[in-house]
Structures are given as C-alpha cells and as structure tokens.
T-cell receptor
Framework: QQQVKQSPQSLIVQKGGISIINCAYE??????FPWYQQFPGKGPALLIA?????SEKKEGRFTISFNKSAKQFSLHIMDSQPGDSATYFC??????????FGKGTLLTVNP | NAGVMQNPRHLVRRRGQEARLRCSPM?????VYWYRQLPEEGLKFMVY????????ESGMPKERFSAEFPKEGPSILRIQQVVRGDSAAYFC????????????FGQGTRLTVV
C-alpha cells in the first residue's frame, strides 16, 4: 500500500521556469510533510517542510502548498536553475518517527 | 564533519556473503533510523534504534537482517547470506530525540550483490 503518491516521475524545465511536483497522501494521521532533495550519490537533504495548520510555506525560491481537505501538497520551485537538477522526494510523518516517502521526481533544469 | 557518517560508501558482496553497514550519528544524537532505497523507489523505513535498544524493527525483513546500536561505537546493519534482491542504497538518519521534526541523513551505502 503506497501511502504517499508522487507525480510526475520525471520533469524537465527550462532555466527560469517553475517546477511543480505534487503529492497525495492517504493517512489523515500524518501531521508533518517534508520535501527532500537528493543529488546523485548523496543522501536526502531536507529542503522545506510544512504542518497542516498552514496552507503555504515559502523559503526563498521554494514553496509548499498544502490542501488538507484534498490530502494533497505540492512543491513549487520558482526561477528554476540547473543547480536544482536533482531527485525530489515528498514524505509524510505522523506522531511517531517513521517517514513515509513518495517514489521521487527526477527534475532536470535545462540551461 | 559533524554530519551522519556512513561507511563504506560502496560495498560489493557475492551471493551468500555477509554485509556490514556502519552508521555514526551526528554528535549528540542518540536516535538512529535505517532506510532502504531500491532503484526507482523512495526510501522505506527499516528499523529505529536507540543506544543498546531496538525500538521498532517492523520494516526489516524477518530473516537475514539485523541491526544494533551499541553503547559505544556506530550502529551496524548486518545482512547475512546476501541475495541479489538486497542490492540497494541503505541510508542511516539520526535525530536528537524521538519526536523529531528533522532527521539528518547520511550519504548512504550502496550495496551491490553479484
């Protein structure tokens, strides 16, 4: 049972464009939704995270939009740069310690 | 380097051999989590340990896999009699406490079974 569904699987964006990655979850007990960025050969690094009491969180060029009623959240990368090319994972966590990850989105930003 | 340290970074084992993966948590962190990443997949929780205790091993296969986090030294994930299907990236994360909002991941160990 895949509790966090992520789309698209891959995404190609031109430099300066907006990258949008979407995730949907099933477990209403989840209360923490982080996004991780992973470069080849590296471990996942926390990019930005949100709790369901807010609908949007912005940090620099990265924004999370959260829709609690639809059980969906998305990552928006504004002014995408080639250096943003990486795999992005959404995840969700409840009151315990386990992170449930989506399958990842391979983002390629063309110069 | 104050980050989570994993070694080796790459490990090649023949079928039937044992694989030992090590993880040193961030300084001051006493909670360690192991995740496995299969190709084209997200990370899957395997086990959660505190010093000298296994708290939750619900994500770990019942056979051949074991984990420990001794009082002194790194956490060890051990895979006995490896099979091709064990080939994956194994990531360790650590946190300051159980109710963490951020766990820090190591760079992973890429295990290849030939």
């Amino acid at each position: 049972q895949q509790q966090v569904k992520q789309s698209p699987q891959s995404l190609i964006v031109q430099k300066g464009g907006i990258s949008i990655i979407n995730c949907a979850y099933e477990n209403t007990a989840f209360d923490y939704f982080p996004w991780y960025q992973q470069f080849p050969g590296k471990g996942p690094a926390l990019l930005i995270a949100i709790r369901p009491d807010v609908s949007e969180k912005k940090e620099g060029r990265f924004t999370i939009s959260f829709n609690k009623s639809a059980k969906q959240f998305s990552l928006h990368i504004m002014d995408s740069q080639p250096g943003d090319s990486a795999t992005y994972f959404c995840a969700a966590k409840g009151s315990n310690y386990k992170l449930t990850f989506g399958k990842g989105t391979l983002l390629t930003v063309n110069p | 380097n104050a980050g989570v340290m994993q070694n080796p970074r790459h490990l090649v084992r023949r079928r039937g051999q044992e694989a030992r993966l090590r993880c040193s948590p961030m300084k001051g962190h006493s909670h360690v989590y192991w995740y496995r990443q299969l190709p084209e997949e997200g990370l899957k929780f395997m086990v959660y340990l505190q010093k000298e205790n296994i708290i939750d091993e619900s994500g770990m296969p019942k056979e051949r896999f074991s984990a420990e986090f001794p009082k002194e030294g790194p956490s060890i994930l051990r895979i006995q009699q490896v099979v091709r299907g064990d080939s994956a990236a194994y990531f360790c994360a650590s946190s300051l406490d159980r109710g963490w909002t951020e766990a820090f991941f190591g760079q992973g160990t890429r295990l290849t079974v030939v």
